[in-house]
Every structure is written in structure tokens, then in C-alpha cells.
Antibody
Framework: QVQLKESGPGLVQPSQTLSLTCTVA????????VHWVRQPPGKGLEWMGV???????RYNSALKSRLSISKDTSKSQVFLKMNSLQTEDTATYYC???????????WGQGVMVTVSS | DIQMTQSPPSLSASLGETVSIECRAS??????LAWYQQKSGKSPQLLIY???SLQDGVPSRFSGSGSGTQYSLKISGMQPEDEGVYYC????????FGSGTKLEIK
């Protein structure tokens, strides 16, 4: 059974760095790609980036200067780090597994992150 | 980056009515398009992939069509449980979501 679960701080101060962990089960990170997607309150979905099964990464061009995605395959964990947070980064952050390589087929429950002093 | 233009932003439909949602890509995405339903407070759920393939467990009243840059999702016979926000997603060149369509019962 494919499962993904995000964890991390619910509150981050402006200008600080967000660190999130996605712990997966039911599949290997050496076989599937994992994406990060975020959703500000009441707004739409924004693709943030992907870490491929090979370990390569690709980021949304709007975020690439601030974003880093990595993984520890032995621990079945994927990590997101984004620096210089602002209030507009307040959102629910999802990790998700790909499906037929081109789509997202499995989602975590999401973690709400508020950027505020 | 590929841009996805989704319409309409919102839609109100009566029970049993057929509704359609459109997505237009800024360039040819070769049918690499998926549709998702998101209910309030929940993660999105995959409905359709590769433009017209129905995901396992999704009711047959949902269907997808299109090619090139133009795609649509049709719900044939609106049901109360179909309320939610619908998103398209292109998977041809990395990923881009449409802006969403909020579907409500009239």
C-alpha cells in the first residue's frame, strides 16, 4: 500500500528556512519519482519540484533559487528545504508519488505551514 | 514553462446535468494530461490520466478527451458527491497545474 506522510514545523518566521520531510512506505525511492506540491489557503495547486528515482532534481523556475529537494533512500525519506520564506509561502505542502512517470498518482495528507512572526 | 489555462473558474450544475471543464496548454502536450478532484480539506484524487484513461475506481460518468493543446473533462450526470474543485495537470514537460474549477450543486 503506497503511503506518503509529510512532517515539519507548522510555523516558520519570515526570512527563515523551511525544512519538511516526506516519509514513504509501500514503494522504493529508487524506483519512483517524488514531487512536492503546495497550495496556499483557498488557492490552487502549485508544482514545486521533483526528485527522480535516479536522484536528479528539477524545480519550478519561480522557486528554483530558494528550493532544494533531496532524499535518503535507506530511510525512505524525501526532504524539502526552502529558504527566505515570506508570508506568501504560507500553504499546505504535499509530497506525492508519480504515476506512469508523467502524473501524480498518490498524495500525502499535506502539512500546513504558516509563515508569520 | 508550459502554461495551463483552465475554464470556467466556477460552475453550478443541477443533479443529473452534464458538465464540462476545459484546459488549454500553451504548447502541444501530446495528451500528457491528467484531471484531479479535490474535496474540501482533502488531498487531490486522480480521475483521468493520458487525457482519456479512467483511473481505477473512478465512476464511468467521468470522461476525458482532447489532443494537442485542448482538453476537456466531462461529468455525465452530476451527483452530489461530485462537488469539489477540479484541476488539470500537464505532464509533458515537468508538471503544471491548471488554476482549478469549483463545481457546486445548483
Amino acid at each position: 500500500q503506497v503511503q506518503l506522510k509529510e512532517s515539519g514545523p507548522g510555523l516558520v518566521q519570515p526570512s527563515q528556512t523551511l525544512s519538511l520531510t516526506c516519509t514513504v512506505a509501500g514503494f522504493s525511492l529508487t524506483s519512483y519519482n517524488v514531487h512536492w506540491v503546495r497550495q496556499p489557503p483557498g488557492k490552487g495547486l502549485e508544482w514545486m519540484g521533483v526528485i527522480w528515482n535516479t536522484g536528479g532534481t528539477r524545480y519550478n523556475s519561480a522557486l528554483k533559487s530558494r528550493l532544494s529537494i533531496s532524499k535518503d533512500t535507506s530511510k525512505s525519506q524525501v526532504f524539502l528545504k526552502m529558504n527566505s520564506l515570506q508570508t506568501e509561502d504560507t500553504a499546505t505542502y504535499y509530497c506525492a508519488r508519480d504515476y506512469y512517470s508523467s502524473y501524480i498518482g498518490y498524495w500525502g495528507q499535506g502539512v500546513m505551514v504558516t509563515v508569520s512572526s | 514553462d508550459i502554461q495551463m489555462t483552465q475554464s470556467p473558474p466556477s460552475l453550478s450544475a443541477s443533479l443529473g446535468e452534464t458538465v464540462s471543464i476545459e484546459c488549454r496548454a500553451s504548447e502541444d502536450i501530446y495528451s500528457n494530461l491528467a484531471w484531479y478532484q479535490q474535496k474540501s480539506g482533502k488531498s487531490p484524487q486522480l480521475l483521468i490520466y493520458y487525457a482519456s484513461s479512467l483511473q481505477d475506481g473512478v465512476p464511468s460518468r467521468f470522461s476525458g478527451s482532447g489532443s494537442g493543446t485542448q482538453y476537456s473533462l466531462k461529468i455525465s450526470g452530476m451527483q452530489p458527491e461530485d462537488e469539489g474543485v477540479y484541476y488539470c495537470l500537464q505532464g509533458s514537460k515537468y508538471l503544471t497545474f491548471g488554476s482549478g474549477t469549483k463545481l457546486e450543486i445548483k
